[in-house]
């Protein structure tokens, strides 16, 4: 009698970090993080297993990851150069109503802000393999990714970054993080909604039952976030039949026949 042994396949577990950065504008290259906050998910039961949060104290430009031009400079030049702040524009700070005075005396260093953020990643990895590293969940993601790209840089963590996070390397060698975007799942959900005209979270949130607390609260902007795409996610596995409609019906255009 033959005993035949089947291995069973360990079952991966997937997560994903949502991620929110308030800032001090638009522009990656200049304008200064001021808050982020983290929340790890589980993807197969939707858990939040841990929160980070932190404002960002003020700091100063440098040029990490940035192409360096060879100029000749006196060092009161580079000393000057050295020490020129990152921007925070009063329109960016009256958005998210986060002052010069919260930073100073409650921000933390960028690049220990940077270290946690990784450390952060690793705990809430929760299988093995490259598959199994989280994924970037924002709204807008592309936004706050330059962010964070700007944070890892200053902090010279971007091997880290690479090693943590789920992600492929572009046609230039720079690491980019894969990530999910519910600004790109609004636009596929409602498109056909006439009354919809605008995708921001807090006009998507409460057509879909979910709080939005606190708009621009980088906290706040994360939980609703993560609460957008579990009702997408929950909807998408519990669809039945209906999703057929969606399906494309393909028209035979060739006859195949046995020789």
Request: glycine share 8%; aromatic share 10%.
């Amino acid at each position: 009698m033959t005993t035949i042994m089947v291995l069973k396949t360990e079952q991966k577990i997937y997560t994903g970090i949502g991620l929110d950065f308030e800032t001090g504008g638009l522009d990656c290259r200049e304008c200064a993080c001021t808050q982020i906050s983290l929340q790890a998910v589980r993807f197969d039961t939707w858990q939040v297993m841990e929160r980070y949060e932190a404002y960002v104290a003020p700091y100063y430009r440098q040029e990490a990851g940035l192409p360096k031009r060879k100029v000749l400079r006196t060092r009161h030049e580079q000393a000057r150069e050295e020490s020129v702040p990152m921007k925070y524009e009063q329109t960016a700070l009256d958005y998210s109503g986060i002052t010069m005075d919260v930073l100073r005396s409650q921000g933390a260093d960028i690049r220990k802000i940077a270290a946690e953020v990784i450390a952060f990643a690793g705990r809430n990895t929760l299988s093995k393999g490259n598959r199994c590293k989280p994924v970037l969940i924002g709204q807008n993601t592309a936004f706050d990714i330059g962010f964070l790209q700007q944070m890892m840089n200053y902090a010279g963590l971007l091997s880290e970054f690479e090693k943590t996070f789920a992600g492929t390397k572009d046609y230039y060698g720079n690491f980019q993080p894969h990530y999910i975007d519910t600004l790109h799942l609004g636009r596929l959900a409602f498109a056909a909604d006439t009354e919809i005209t605008s995708y921001k979270l807090e006009l998507i949130a409460p057509r879909l039952g979910v709080e939005l607390d606190d708009a621009h609260d980088a906290a706040a902007d994360v939980t609703a976030t993560l609460d957008i795409l579990g009702v997408y996610t929950s909807r998408l596995r519990n669809s039945g039949g209906g999703a057929s409609a969606m399906i494309q019906k393909k028209e035979k255009t060739r006859k195949y026949f046995k020789i």
